[in-house]
């Protein structure tokens, strides 16, 4: 029972475009939503998160909606820089005792 | 301010083995996190520690067992492994009741055959 969905594999981006990634998930009860990007050999680096509370959340280059009742996350990252190529993780909690994760986005960015 | 390191980076281990993998967490976090990662996929909750008690299991065996220590740190261990066992595994600890601020370590690479 896949909780947290990414559906897009991969997406690629030309440098100083928009990219988006997206991310469903089904259980109501989750209450905060994180992203985490992760490059080879290293752990998941906490980039931006939300709560359930809010729909938008802003950091520099990154900002994370949430639609509630669609059930629908998205980060998108203005400008896109190579240095963003990573795989991208949707997270999802209720009450902060474990994370629920989606399969990952791997993003590419051209220069 | 260390943050969560884990050892060893990679390891291989025969089928019906068993495997200890440490972590230790970052200044300040008393709660610890253990996740599975197979390939292509993302990582799976195994379980968390605080207060060197389990809070909270996911959906893995009985032979997936942990410890947290006083000072934080913890161990993973695995009983009988199986092929499928063949995983990253990574350790996240947190500060429990402040926020839900998880720090990773960059994991523990074991391979089974």
């Known amino acids: 029972d896949q909780q947290v969905k990414q559906n897009s594999p991969s997406l690629s981006v030309q440098e100083g475009r928009i990219s988006i990634l997206n991310c469903d998930y089904t259980n109501s009860m989750f209450d905060y939503f994180l992203w985490y990007k992760k490059y080879p050999a290293e752990g998941p680096t906490f980039l931006i998160s939300?709560?359930?509370?809010?729909d938008k959340n802003e950091d520099g280059r990154f900002t994370v909606f949430l639609n509630k009742s669609a059930k629908h996350l998205s980060l998108h990252i203005v400008p896109s820089q190579p240095g963003d190529s990573a795989v991208y993780f949707c997270a999802a909690t209720s009450g902060g005792n474990k994370l629920v994760f989606g399969a990952g986005t791997i993003l590419r960015v051209k220069s | 301010e260390t943050g969560v390191t884990q050892s060893p980076t990679h390891l291989i281990k025969t089928r019906g083995q068993q495997v200890t993998l440490r972590c230790s967490s970052q200044?300040?976090?008393?709660?610890v996190s253990w996740y599975q990662q197979a390939l292509g996929q993302g990582p799976q909750f195994i379980f968390q520690y605080y207060r060197e008690e389990e809070n909270g299991r996911g959906n893995f065996p009985p032979r997936f067992s942990g410890l947290q220590f006083p000072n934080y740190s913890s161990e993973l261990n695995v009983n009988a492994l199986e092929l499928d066992d063949s995983a990253l595994y990574l350790c996240?600890?947190?500060?429990?009741?402040?926020?839900?601020?998880?720090?990773f370590g960059s994991g523990t690479r074991l391979t089974v055959v």
């Open positions: 200044s300040g976090h008393n709660t």
């Open positions: 939300i709560s359930s509370i809010k």
């Open positions: 996240a600890s947190s500060n429990q009741g402040v926020d839900y601020g998880y720090t």
